[in-house]
T-cell receptor, first 113, second 112 residues
Framework: KAGVTQTPRYLIKTRGQQVTLSCSPI?????VSWYQQTPGQGLQFLFE???????NKGNFPGRFSGRQFSNSRSEMNVSTLELGDSALYLC????????????FGPGTRLLVL | GESVGLHLPTLSVQEGDNSIINCAYS??????FIWYKQESGKGPQFIID?????DKRQGQRVTVLLNKTVKHLSLQIAATQPGDSAVYFC???????????FGAGTTVTVRA
């Protein structure tokens, strides 16, 4: 069974631009969670989607948004990029959202210049 | 009070020795805890978990200890191998939640 895939793996943007990251969950998984990983703040929860509905949201500004499609694939968008948005963005999928069954993807490394 | 290990951001260990990685968690309501291993260029990989109704759980070469009184977790790795070199994170959650709260990681370096 294929694992969680994230595209692109690496991305360079400039301040003020927007970016869209994509996550394809493991086949059959209906929940997708997003996390931001930075050296200073560590791993922080962004949001979780299940069956196209956002069920939980972390403490991030409204510039960070996401959505989930009917095939469970998910995208997250960051608008008006800031230097501090440079991070590894991780996606995790699970059948129902229970953290016991979450599997992480390799992440998308975003660099904002 | 009870003595528990301090969280260290880095740990250097001789190959073949045992490693102990410590973590303090913050939420008294958390009832589920996981240890993850993250290698360079990869996402976190599940190692072992434990529920709050247990204080010890063993896996293959790994043991997790939970001390709810002082909100402390530890991961013990037996006979540490070069492949164990990575960043290790503890994470907490509750059964009513769908998110993980991660602790600060510990970078483990295994010396040959």
């Amino acid at each position: 069974k294929a694992g969680v895939t994230q595209t692109p793996r690496y991305l360079i943007k400039t301040r003020g631009q927007q970016v869209t990251l994509s996550c394809s969950p493991i086949s059959g998984h209906r929940s997708v969670s997003w996390y931001q990983q930075t050296p200073g703040q560590g791993l922080q929860f962004l949001f979780e989607y299940f069956s196209e509905t956002q069920r939980n949201k972390g403490n991030f500004p409204g510039r960070f948004s996401g959505r989930q499609f009917s095939n469970s694939r998910s995208e997250m968008n960051v608008s008006t990029l800031e230097l501090g948005d440079s991070a590894l963005y991780l996606c995790a999928s699970s059948p129902s959202g229970r953290v016991e069954t979450q599997y992480f993807g390799p992440g998308t490394r975003l660099l904002v210049l | 009070g009870e003595s528990v290990g301090l969280h260290l951001p880095t740990l250097s260990v001789q190959e073949g020795d045992n490693s102990i990685i410590n973590c303090a968690y913050s939420n008294s309501a958390s009832d589920y805890f996981i240890w993850y291993k993250q290698e360079s260029g990869k996402g976190p990989q599940f190692i072992i978990d434990i529920r709050s109704n247990m204080d010890k759980r063993q896996g293959q070469r790994v043991t997790v200890l939970l001390n709810k009184t002082v909100k402390h977790l530890s991961l013990q790795i037996a006979a540490t191998q070069p492949g164990d070199s990575a960043v290790y994170f503890c994470a907490e959650s509750s059964t009513s939640d769908y998110k993980l709260s991660f602790g600060a990681g510990t970078t483990v370096t295994v010396r040959a």
